[in-house]
C-alpha cells in the first residue's frame, strides 16, 4: 500500500477522531485476577462507508484468572530466604500476598521487618526474560520523572529457591483498575494529565535507531522492527493453530497493506509500551488521588504512536491526556488509521497468549473491518 492509498482512503471515508474521554469505560477489577475486565474497547467498525466506535455495554472478561505459568505458592519460609540473600541477614517476614496484574509469572508482595517489597518469580531457572526485565528496569532510573519500581536485587541461579526472581521496590497504592470506582470526575482528569506528563517526560528520551533499550538488534526502520515482532506472533499463532489459515492470509494481507505506512518523521522515542490501568499504579495519599507510578514496562525505543496507540485500545485515558500530550508532541496525520495496525498486534498478542473466545472473536471482527479497507483502497 503506497501513501496514494491511504490518501485515496482518507479522501474517501472519514475517521472520526475517537473522543476517549466521553466513551472511555474504566476496567474495574476484581481481587485476584491479573486484569480481570474492561467495558468494551476501542474497536472501529466498518459500516456504510465510515467507521464509528463500538465500546460493549456489558462486561468482558478479557485477561484469565491465573497467571499463564502456574503460580508459584511462595511460603514465609521462603520469602525470608529470598530477604536473607539480598540484605545479608536474617530476616522475619510477616506476610505473602499474591498482587493483581502477574499475568504471565507471579508477583507477590512481601511485608518484613525491614518494610515491604515486591517479588516476581518465575518457575524457570536462569530465566533470561525475567533478567531482561530487570536490565529494563536499571535503564529506566535515567528517566526519574517516569516513575517505575526500583531494582533491588535478582538471582536465576534457583538459589536461595528453586525458581528465578527479582525483587523490586513496592509503590503504594492502588492500580487505576482497582480505583476506578472511587475516582471522580476531578480525580480522573488530574490523573490523566500527570499520566500525559510522565509520558512526554519518558518520550523526550531519544536513540537514533529503533529496538529494545537494553542488547537486540537496532534498526534503522520502524517498519522493518515492528513488522518482525508482527511476523514472530504471526508465526506463534500459526504453528499453535489459534487462528485458521484463511484468517492469517488475510492478516498477511492486511500487514503488506499497512506495514509500510508506519515509517513517518518521527524519531525512535523510549516507551513503556504496556500502559493500561492495572499497570498504573495511583496514590490516594492526603485524601487526593495522584499519579504514583508504573509497573512492567517493556522498554523499547519505537515510534510515539506505538505507545499512544495501545493506551487508545483499552480506552486507558481520554481527552484531557491527549490534549496534554499532542502540545508536547503532535501526532502525524493518518495516525487514526495506522493505530489499526498496532491494534491488530495487540489482539493477536492476546489471542497467542490468553487462547480466549473473546480474543478470537474480536480480532476476526477488526481484521474483516480492515481487510475491507485494503480491498476498496486498491
Known amino acids: 500500500m503506497s501513501s496514494g492509498w491511504m490518501k485515496k482512503f482518507n479522501n474517501s471515508w472519514e475517521i472520526p477522531r475517537t473522543d476517549t474521554d466521553r466513551h472511555r469505560q474504566a476496567r474495574t477489577g476484581k481481587g485476584g485476577s491479573c486484569a480481570p475486565a474492561v467495558q468494551g474497547f476501542a474497536i472501529f467498525l466498518f459500516s456504510n462507508s465510515s467507521f464509528i466506535l463500538s465500546l460493549s455495554s456489558s ?21 525470608a530466604s529470598v530477604l536473607s540473600a539480598w540484605l ?35 518457575r524457570l ?6 533478567n531482561e526485565e530487570c536490565d529494563v528496569l536499571k535503564f529506566f532510573e535515567q528517566v526519574p520523572a517516569f516513575r517505575v519500581p526500583r531494582l533491588l536485587y535478582r538471582d536465576i541461579s534457583g538459589q536461595p529457591v528453586p525458581y528465578s526472581f527479582y525483587i523490586m521496590e513496592y ?16 480525580d480522573r482528569m488530574l490523573i490523566e494529565r500527570e499520566i500525559a506528563e510522565a509520558v512526554v517526560n519518558l518520550h523526550e528520551v531519544h536513540r537514533e535507531q529503533f529496538g529494545p533499550c537494553t542488547g537486540g538488534d537496532p534498526y534503522q526502520k520502524w517498519s522493518d522492527h515492528f513488522g518482525q515482532r508482527f511476523d514472530r506472533t504471526v508465526a506463534q499463532i500459526r504453528e499453535n493453530q489459534l487462528l485458521e489459515p484463511t484468517v492469517l492470509e488475510q492478516v498477511a494481507e492486511i500487514q503488506r497493506a499497512f506495514c509500510p505506512l508506519l515509517d513517518t518523521q518521527a524519531a525512535p522515542v523510549l516507551t513503556h509500551g504496556d ?20 509497573v512492567d514496562p517493556g522498554g523499547l525505543f519505537a515510534h510515539p504512536e506505538y505507545e499512544l496507540a495501545y493506551l487508545d485500545i483499552w480506552n486507558t485515558v481520554g481527552r484531557t491526556f491527549h490534549e496534554i500530550y499532542r502540545s508536547y508532541h503532535p501526532v502525524e ?14 489482539l493477536l498478542i492476546h489471542v497467542r ?22 480491498r476498496k483502497g486498491k
Open 353 to 374: 497468549a490468553f487462547r480466549t473466545d473473546y480474543y478470537r472473536s474480536a480480532t476476526h471482527q477488526l481484521i474483516e473491518q480492515m481487510i475491507q479497507m485494503v
Open 59 to 79: 462486561t468482558i472478561a478479557i485477561m484469565p484468572d491465573e497467571p499463564i505459568h502456574p503460580i508459584i505458592e511462595l511460603t514465609e519460609q521462603e520469602a
Open 171 to 186: 509503590l503504594k497504592g492502588v492500580n487505576m483498575a482497582d480505583a476506578s470506582s472511587m475516582l471522580g470526575a476531578g
Open 88 to 122: 545479608e541477614r536474617e530476616v522475619e517476614v510477616h506476610a505473602v500476598r499474591r498482587l493483581v496484574g502477574g499475568c504471565v509469572n507471579t508477583v507477590v508482595r512481601v511485608d518484613f521487618d525491614g518494610g515491604e517489597v515486591v517479588l516476581k518469580l518465575s
Open 125 to 130: 531457572v536462569g530465566d533470561s526474560k525475567l
Open 275 to 294: 500502559i493500561w490501568a492495572t499497570n498504573i499504579i495511583l496514590s490516594p495519599a492526603s485524601g487526593a488521588w495522584s499519579l504514583g507510578g508504573f
Open 333 to 346: 496525520p493518518g495516525y487514526e488509521l495506522r493505530r489499526l495496525f498496532y491494534w491488530l498486534h495487540t
